[in-house]
C-alpha cells in the first residue's frame, strides 16, 4: 500500500484430445472431438534488465485486442497485442513527476473495456489513486481521476489509496474498488468511486471500514454491482456487498467467517461467481461458487495446503470458467467446461526452480482463446512479467469444387496439423504434406480431385 510521504506501492502481486472436420465430395460438415487438455504455452515474457516486471490485469475489446496492466522498474506499463499474442507492445509506461508531491513508485493492478471500446487502467503512483482512459486502443491515455489528499497537522489526516480493480456496466459507466488508508497509523478501508460514461465525473460511492481486511475485485451483473473481499473481525469474515443503484446504496450479499471469497466475476446471462479460499480446521479449501437467486458451491479443492489461493476469475456467456492463481510456488490455471460437465486443472507452470510463479488475471475472448497474466521469478532472481495463452480449437473450413478442394483455418498455433484419411472406419489419419500456405493467422492447403470420399481433420500435436 501507498503510504503518505513515503514511495512504495501495491500491486496485487504483493499481497478432449482433439478437435476434427470432414468432408464428402457432396457434403461440406463439422464436428468437433473436445479440446486438448494441453496445449497452454507462454505469448509475453517481459522486463527491464536486471529489474523486476509482473503482470497484473488482462482484458480484451470487441476486437480482440488485448491488454495486459503491472508493474514494470516501478513503472505502471500497459502492454497490447493486435494479433492474439504473437506480438506486444507497450502502449503506457506512466508515473507521475518527481516533483508532484506525493508522486513515487507506480503500478496498475487492473484494466477494463467499456462498451464503446475505451480502456480504463487502474492502480497507484506513490500515495496517488489513479486511474487512466485510453479512447484510442491504448495509443494516447489521460487521467481521469487521480485522487490524493497531503496530511495538514495536527488535524486532517492525509488520504492514499490504490486501484486494485475495475469493472464496467453496460452502459459504458466504470467503477473502481481499492484500499484507502489515512495517513500515519490506521486501518483498512475498502473504497469504490464511479465515474459516468466518457470517464468523467468520478464520485466516492462506498467507503467502508473493514480492520485488517481488504477490497478485493469487482463485477458488474447487468445494472447490479457486486464487490469482494474481506473484514477483520477475529476471525476474518468474507463479505460480498451488492448495489442496484450504481453504488448509491449497498447490501450485504454474502459474510461468513474464515471463507474470504477474493476473485469475482460476471457473465453475459447475469450470473455471478466468486472464488477464494475457506478455512477447515487446520487447513485451508478452495471453493468456487455462483450466484443466481442463492450461492451454491461449483468447486472445492479438498484440504488443500494453505498456500492455495485463487486470484481472478473469466466465465463466458455459456458458462465456461477460468480461475487462476497459485499453489504453493507455481502458477496454477483451472477450468469448468460446459461440453464436458466437469473441472480440470489445465495449466500448473513454474517459471524456473529458483522463485515462486502466479497467475493475477484471466480473460476468455469471443474466438475461445483463454489468456492468463502473472509473473514468475527467473533464475537471476528478477521477476519476469508473464502472459500464457490457450487457443481455441480452430475451425477447418472445406470449399468443394470440380478441381477439388481449398482447405483454410485460422490459428496462431503451430500444434495444428491437417491429417486426411480416404475411411474413418480404419483410422489411418495421415498428415498432409502438401503445401501449407501462411497469410497472417490464415492457412490454407489444396486437395486434388479423388474418385471417392476424403476426410480431413486439425489434430493438435501437443494432445494426449
Same mark, same amino acid.
Given at each position: 500500500m501507498a503510504r503518505a510521504g513515503g514511495s512504495s506501492y501495491e500491486t496485487k502481486a504483493m499481497r478432449a484430445r482433439h478437435r476434427a472436420f470432414f468432408f464428402v465430395p457432396v457434403l461440406l460438415a463439422f464436428t468437433s472431438l473436445g479440446a486438448s487438455a494441453k496445449g497452454w504455452r507462454t505469448v509475453d515474457d517481459f522486463g527491464?534488465?536486471?529489474?523486476?516486471?509482473?503482470?497484473?490485469?488482462?482484458?480484451?475489446?470487441?476486437?480482440?485486442?488485448?491488454?495486459?496492466? #503491472?508493474?514494470? @522498474?516501478?513503472?505502471?506499463?500497459?502492454?497490447?497485442?493486435?494479433?492474439?499474442?504473437? @506480438?506486444?507492445?507497450?502502449?503506457?509506461?506512466?508515473?507521475?513527476?518527481?516533483?508532484?508531491?506525493?508522486?513515487?513508485?507506480?503500478?496498475?493492478?487492473?484494466?477494463?473495456?467499456?462498451?464503446?471500446?475505451?480502456?480504463?487502467?487502474?492502480?497507484?503512483?506513490?500515495?496517488?489513486?489513479?486511474?487512466?482512459?485510453?479512447?484510442?486502443?491504448?495509443?494516447?491515455?489521460?487521467?481521469?481521476?487521480?485522487?490524493?489528499?497531503?496530511?495538514?497537522?495536527?488535524?486532517?489526516?492525509?488520504?492514499?489509496?490504490?486501484?486494485?480493480?475495475?469493472?464496467?456496466?453496460?452502459?459504458?459507466?466504470?467503477?473502481?474498488?481499492?484500499?484507502?488508508?489515512?495517513?500515519?497509523?490506521?486501518?483498512?478501508?475498502?473504497?469504490?468511486?464511479?465515474?459516468?460514461?466518457?470517464?468523467?465525473?468520478?464520485?466516492?460511492?462506498?467507503?467502508?471500514?473493514? #480492520?485488517?481486511?481488504?477490497?478485493?475485485?469487482?463485477?458488474?451483473?447487468?445494472?447490479?454491482?457486486?464487490?469482494?473481499?474481506?473484514?477483520?473481525?477475529?476471525?476474518?469474515?468474507?463479505?460480498?456487498?451488492?448495489?442496484?443503484?450504481?453504488?448509491?446504496?449497498?447490501? $450485504?450479499?454474502?459474510?461468513?467467517?474464515?471463507?474470504?471469497?477474493?476473485?469475482?466475476?460476471? @457473465?453475459?446471462?447475469?450470473?455471478?461467481?466468486?472464488?477464494?479460499?475457506?478455512?477447515?480446521?487446520?487447513?485451508?479449501?478452495?471453493?468456487?461458487?455462483?450466484? $443466481?437467486?442463492?450461492?451454491t458451491i461449483l468447486d472445492s479443492g479438498g484440504n488443500a495446503p494453505l498456500l492455495l489461493t485463487p486470484e481472478a476469475l473469466a466465465v463466458d456467456a455459456a458458462g465456461n470458467a477460468l480461475v487462476v492463481g497459485s499453489a504453493g510456488l507455481n502458477w496454477f490455471t483451472r477450468q469448468y467446461s460446459t461440453a464436458a460437465g466437469e473441472w480440470s486443472t489445465t495449466d500448473l507452470f513454474a517459471y524456473s526452480t529458483n522463485g515462486w510463479s502466479e497467475s493475477r488475471g484471466a480473460v476468455t475472448t469471443l474466438s475461445g482463446d483463454v489468456y492468463v497474466a502473472g509473473s514468475g521469478t527467473a533464475d537471476s532472481g528478477c521477476r519476469r512479467w508473464l502472459v500464457r495463452k490457450k487457443a481455441a480449437p480452430p475451425r477447418l473450413r472445406i470449399a468443394v469444387a470440380v478441381a477439388g478442394a481449398a482447405l483454410s483455418w485460422e490459428t496462431g498455433d503451430p500444434d495444428w496439423e491437417l491429417q486426411w484419411t480416404d475411411s474413418v472406419a480404419d483410422g489411418n489419419w495421415q498428415s498432409y504434406t502438401g503445401l501449407v500456405t501462411s497469410v497472417g493467422w490464415l492457412r490454407t492447403a489444396a486437395c486434388d480431385p479423388t474418385p471417392g470420399p476424403r476426410f480431413f481433420r486439425l489434430r493438435n500435436a501437443a494432445g494426449p
Open positions: 527491464p534488465a536486471d529489474a523486476d516486471a509482473e503482470a497484473c490485469g488482462i482484458a480484451t475489446d470487441a476486437s480482440g485486442g488485448l491488454y495486459v496492466v #503491472g508493474v514494470a @522498474n516501478d513503472h505502471a506499463v500497459v502492454r497490447y497485442s493486435f494479433d492474439a499474442g504473437s @506480438n506486444w507492445i507497450t502502449r503506457d509506461n506512466f508515473t507521475l513527476p518527481p516533483q508532484t508531491p506525493g508522486a513515487g513508485p507506480s503500478a496498475y493492478n487492473a484494466v477494463t473495456v467499456d462498451a464503446q471500446g475505451a480502456v480504463y487502467a487502474g492502480g497507484c503512483s506513490g500515495d496517488h489513486w489513479i486511474i487512466r482512459r485510453s479512447a484510442d486502443q491504448g495509443v494516447t491515455w489521460r487521467t481521469v481521476d487521480d485522487y490524493y489528499r497531503p496530511m495538514i497537522p495536527p488535524w486532517q489526516p492525509g488520504t492514499n489509496g490504490v486501484v486494485y480493480s475495475l469493472a464496467s456496466d453496460p452502459q459504458g459507466r466504470v467503477y473502481a474498488l481499492g484500499l484507502m488508508r489515512p495517513t500515519g497509523p490506521s486501518y483498512n478501508y475498502w473504497w469504490i468511486r464511479g465515474g459516468g460514461i466518457g470517464g468523467a465525473n468520478w464520485t466516492t460511492r462506498l467507503l467502508l471500514f473493514s #480492520g485488517y481486511g481488504s477490497p478485493a475485485q469487482l463485477a458488474c451483473a447487468g445494472d447490479n454491482l457486486f464487490a469482494s473481499g474481506s473484514y477483520d473481525m477475529d476471525p476474518s469474515r468474507g463479505l460480498i456487498l451488492e448495489s442496484p443503484d450504481r453504488g448509491a446504496s449497498w447490501t $450485504t450479499n454474502f459474510t461468513v467467517a474464515d471463507d474470504l471469497p477474493r476473485a469475482l466475476a460476471a @457473465n453475459a446471462a447475469g450470473n455471478v461467481y466468486a472464488a477464494g479460499r475457506r478455512w477447515l480446521a487446520n487447513s485451508a479449501q478452495w471453493v468456487v461458487r455462483r450466484w $443466481t437467486t442463492n450461492w
